[in-house]
């Protein structure tokens, strides 16, 4: 049984530092239209599968995408694809509807919540990629369990990804890189490439995460991994 009619612990921030008034007018005049409707267990308690004619070609997700740099980046890069992001941060989606803004792209929706409720209700197979950029590192060993690299997250996240679909995960912890490497093939992803800083993804740019890591001393991790055909 999932938990899917259950509330979920959500250890992480909702809201940060007060909003600018420009921030609060993206929010309440583009966050509606962006939304996808359906993933909240208040417009969906039987947690139904979503309606997905919102999605045109290839559909990807970010997880966290914190203030949307990179998301943005992917939606304009990909004009082709159709992308799906999730962040319960409200400061963080305030800053991506900003830069939806300035770059005009069209081929992006949000779920301004938790991406455990987002796997409940898309259907079987549908992502072809997601990105994971600097999750949150959860260093203390009891904390480990919270981490997204998780059989909580990544078992329904293998049902929503199709065979062949590519997971990347970045990280400047090294014992995230070590749990990725153990947990998530362990959910039916195999490793298909680990490479370090400046060895990034061809189409990548560096997220505020990752400039404070490298300010910091820090050096990322590139972890690429494949969905395997489920086994029967
Ligand atoms: C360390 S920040 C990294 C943000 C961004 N990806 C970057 O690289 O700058 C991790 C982000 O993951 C988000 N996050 C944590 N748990 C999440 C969840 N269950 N669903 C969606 N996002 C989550 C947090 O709110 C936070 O913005």
């Not at 004619?53 to 998301?71: C, S, Y």
């Not at 600097?134 to 981490?147: M, N, Q, T, V």
């Not at 800083?197 to 991790?221: F, S, V």
Request: hydrophobic content about 40%; some cysteine; charged content about 25%.
């Amino acid at each position: 049984m999932t938990d899917a009619g259950q509330r979920r612990n959500f250890y992480g921030r909702i809201k940060g530092k007060t909003l600018r008034a420009s921030q609060k007018g993206y929010l309440a005049e583009d966050l509606g239209p962006l939304t996808l409707r359906g993933v909240t267990r208040e417009e969906n308690p039987s947690r139904s599968a979503l309606d997905m004619g919102f999605a045109k070609g290839p559909l990807w997700l970010e997880v966290g995408f914190g203030g949307g740099e990179h998301l943005v980046h992917m939606a304009a890069r990909h004009p082709e694809v159709t992308l799906i992001g999730a962040e319960p941060f409200v400061n963080g989606v305030a800053m991506l509807l900003g830069k939806i803004r300035g770059a005009g792209v069209t081929n992006l929706w949000l779920h301004p919540g938790d991406v455990r409720d987002l796997f409940d209700v898309l259907p079987d197979a549908c992502l072809s990629k997601v990105f994971l950029n600097y999750p949150d590192p959860w260093p203390k060993a009891r904390h480990h369990r919270r981490r997204f690299v998780t059989p909580e997250y990544l078992l329904p996240l293998a049902r929503v990804t199709a065979p062949g679909a590519e997971f990347r995960v970045a990280t400047d912890i090294p014992d995230y890189v070590r749990q990725t490497l153990e947990e998530v093939p362990e959910a039916g992803f195999s490793l298909v490439a680990q490479t370090g800083a400046g060895e990034a993804w061809e189409d990548w740019i560096p997220t505020r995460y990752e400039q404070k890591a490298l300010r910091e001393g820090r050096q990322p991790h590139y972890l690429t991994f494949r969905r395997r055909a489920p086994e029967f």
